[in-house]
């Protein structure tokens, strides 16, 4: 065994030196498929998802009702960037225990044939983000309008406008209780 233990432990770095190629990434063939990919990214706590699909000057535009109230220390501005939004979207995953969101994408507008751009119209979503293991959680409920657009054969989420719709809260109030 101690002669193979140099073996095995050479054959273990050998293998770390070489990575699979990376597989197919995901299909934004589409904004419905773009957004599907949003709430998987979401149930799966994949903030690289996230990432992947946000434009560089992409904008989240907070909930009109709700700008200037305080969460935790901070006041809910008007809107925010990608980074702000990459770093919110990290620290709920890192604390969240598991996220449920429903969206309701067969409510979206239509694509028209061609288009470069799309709006997808308010759509309504439902969320239940579960921050301990005793299933504390936050529940909003509101509408989401998203601006896509098409880059190369990709959806991109270029605008994303939160609304509060029958709750306490919003998406938006959630992303500001774990802004920077």
């Not at 190369?152 to 919003?170: A, F, L, N, P, Q």
Request: aromatic share 16%.
């Amino acid at each position: 065994m101690r002669r193979a233990l140099p073996t095995i432990l050479s054959l273990i770095l050998l293998v770390g030196c070489f990575s699979l190629p990376p597989g197919p990434g995901p299909d934004l063939s589409s904004p419905y498929n773009t957004l599907s990919y949003l709430v998987n990214s979401y149930v799966l706590l994949d903030d690289g998802g996230v990432d992947y699909i946000l434009a560089e000057d992409f904008l989240f535009v907070f909930d009109p009702e709700e700008r200037g109230d305080v969460v935790d220390g901070f006041e809910i501005p008007f809107d925010w960037g990608r980074y702000s939004e990459l770093i919110a979207t990290q620290n709920m995953f890192f604390d969240a225990e598991r996220i449920l969101i429903s969206l309701e994408l067969d409510k979206m507008n239509p694509l028209p044939e061609g288009a470069t751009y799309y709006t997808s119209g308010w759509i309504q979503y439902i969320i239940k983000f579960y921050y301990d293991e005793e299933d504390h959680s936050y529940y909003v409920i509101g509408h989401a309008n998203f601006q896509l657009e098409k880059q190369g054969v990709d959806w991109i989420i270029t605008c994303w406008e939160d609304k509060r719709y029958r709750s306490e809260h919003s998406w938006g109030w959630l992303k500001a209780l774990y802004r920077l």
